[in-house]
């Protein structure tokens, strides 16, 4: 399955093993600063009051990853050391630009894309374009395979805004549009 | 047979006709998806020791064959970790679907049918692992790849249908969301 979600319902959630044990939960998404992806997790042990633990779990150690529970082969996952998250951070608060040097808003969400292939697949911006008057405006845009990240501000195609959607249920197969015409652009 | 039907029942010593206990868990084992052994008190008896779980109680042939447990998972079994029953059921790509109410199983071979879900069930073959946290079940997207609508939950199955934008789908029944999907 291929639900969309936004990145930070993800805390909280257990980190199951397929063999039904669940040491930890996820405390907190680390985003690689240089590319927007997902670099990995930092875990907590369980519950309101659990206690963080130094182990990290690796964005590639993921087997799957869905609205419920984050999924690891097996409990080996789950023992890299903070190390792995070096050069992490949040990509919340960036700002989006066209390579033509519109400002289309600020990052407020990562958007995920569920299963077994789980991938960075959008951004949810408060837009500050279009009609101030309704106030603060948020809406999704796709990220491309590769994008330029600087910390502050993420670089994008122009033709990322044609496939800006209101509302997360249409997103996903902008998203599939956005890429095959960036493919298409290559070839 | 349901397994909250067998547990309690009487394991009794066809040689002397005595009491051993009663069955008090399983050991499940999730690579070949059947009890291997039951659990009685704090010993176990491997299924192929019993002659299966009869009309009214489990017979074995000699008590000596009620031993203590030797392996992890046999250790696992006696504490009631490897019992799929009272589980949250997630799938390998992190959708939890319900937990499990009971359990269905052949009498005779120990093979885990079904486990079922409120109104719902799951192939028995789908099991990845049980552990003290949930049961793990195979993909639902393993299943479309090979046809199995039939085997998926009715949560899976709008899922599935949520995925692909299916117009009517909350108002569908299961049997129904089947059919659109393999349209």
Redesign the interface.
Known sequence: ???LLRATTLVG??V???????PVEVKDVVFDTGSGRILGFTMRKHGFLGGPVSETLAWSDV?????????VADATKLTKGDGAMAGGGDVIGDRIITESGTDLGVVVEVVVA???AAEVVGFEIESTSGDQSRGAHHVFIPMPDTLAISGENIVVPDTAEDFIRDDL?GF?SAVDEFRSKLAGKVT | MRWRSALHREVIDTGTAESLGRIDGMVFE?ASGSIVALVVGDKVVDWSDTGGIGPDAVTVSDSPMLRDPQTDLERAGTEGLTDPTS?RV???????IGTVGDIEFDATTGVVNKLLLGDDQINGARI?????????VS???RATSTGDLDELTKT?LY??A??R?LDGRSTMSKAELAEALQR
């Not at chain 1, 087997?63 to 999924?71: E, F, K, Q, R, S």
């Not at chain 2, 692992?129 to 949930?134: D, E, F, P, T």
């Open positions: 399955m291929s639900a959630k257990p199951l093993t397929l063999d039904g044990e669940s087997h799957g990853l869905g609205p419920d529970a984050i999924v569920t299963g077994s249920s996903g | 999730p589980k997630f799938t390998e790509e992190g959708f939890e990845l692992g049980v552990g003290s946290y949930a049961v793990v993909s639902a997207t899976e899922e599935l949520r995925e934008d």
